[in-house]
C-alpha cells in the first residue's frame, strides 16, 4: 500500500531534551511537508522540501530542524530551543507538478512535560 | 502574502439536510490551487475536493460541491444529504500555482461540523 508513515503516533519527552519525529512516504512525491496543528489554530507550517537535500522554513521554524537525505524520508526535530512544542504534528508529501494534492500521515502527538 | 480564511468556528446540520461551509482567501495569483480536507475524530486529514482556479466549472464530489467565486476570491464548501460520518473538521487550503516556482499550501484555521441526529 503506498501511503505515508509517521512514527510514533503518542511521544513523551521531559522538557530540555530534543526529540525526533519520523515521516517516511512510499509515493515518490518529491515534495514533503511537516505541520503543527494546535486547537483552533488550523495546520501551520513548520519545514517543507521540494527536492533531496534542500529545505525551506515555513512560518513557525524556530525551535525545529529538518533533514531530507533520500527522498522518501524527511525527520522533523524538535529541539530543546522550542518554547511549546506540546502540539499534534502532521507529515504530508504532493507531487510538484498537476494534478496538485497533499497525502497526509496519521500524524504524531507529542507531550513535553 | 496568501491569506486563507474561515470565519465559523463550528456549525451544525440535521442529518439529511444541506450545509455550507464558508472559506476566502487572499492572492495576487491568478493561477492557483484550491482545497477542502476533512479531519475526523481519527485527526486523519482526508482530501474532499479541489479546485483549479483557471477551471470556472465548479467541482463536484458525489454530495460534496464547491462555489467558487474567483473575482470575490470566495471558496465556499457545500455538503448535501449530511451523514453522521461527516461531522468533523473542515479545513480550506490554498496553493500557488506551478508557474510560481513554490509549492506551499496554507490552511485556513478549520470549521468544526457536527451532525444533528
Known amino acids: 500500500d503506498g501511503g505515508i508513515t509517521q512514527s510514533p503516533k503518542y511521544l513523551f519527552r521531559k522538557e530540555g531534551q530534543n526529540v525526533t519525529l519520523s515521516c517516511e512516504q512510499n509515493l515518490n512525491h518529491d515534495a514533503m511537508y511537516w505541520y503543527r496543528q494546535d486547537p483552533g489554530q488550523g495546520l501551520r507550517l513548520i519545514y517543507y522540501s521540494q527536492i533531496v537535500n534542500d529545505f525551506q522554513k515555513g512560518d513557525i521554524a524556530e525551535g525545529y530542524s529538518v533533514s531530507r537525505e533520500k527522498k522518501e524520508s524527511f525527520p522533523l526535530t524538535v529541539t530543546s530551543a522550542q518554547k511549546n512544542p506540546t502540539a499534534f504534528y502532521l507529515c504530508?508529501?504532493?507531487?510538484?507538478?498537476?494534478?496538485?494534492?497533499?497525502?497526509f500521515g496519521p500524524g504524531t502527538r507529542l507531550t513535553v512535560t | 502574502a496568501q491569506t486563507v480564511t474561515q470565519s465559523q468556528p463550528e456549525m451544525s446540520v440535521q442529518e439529511a439536510e444541506t450545509v455550507t461551509l464558508s472559506c476566502t482567501y487572499d492572492t495576487s495569483e491568478s493561477d492557483y490551487y484550491l482545497f477542502w480536507y476533512k479531519q475526523p475524530p481519527s485527526r486523519q486529514m482526508i482530501l474532499v475536493i479541489r479546485q483549479e482556479a483557471y477551471k470556472q466549472q465548479n467541482a463536484t464530489e458525489n454530495r460534496f460541491s464547491v462555489n467558487f467565486q474567483k473575482a470575490a476570491k470566495s471558496f465556499s464548501l457545500k455538503i448535501s444529504d449530511s451523514q453522521l460520518g461527516d461531522a468533523a473538521m473542515y479545513f480550506c487550503a490554498y496553493r500557488r500555482g506551478t508557474t510560481s516556482g513554490t509549492y506551499k499550501y496554507i490552511f485556513g484555521t478549520g470549521t468544526r461540523l457536527k451532525v444533528l441526529a
Open positions: 504530508a508529501s504532493s507531487t510538484v507538478g498537476q494534478p496538485s494534492r497533499q497525502y
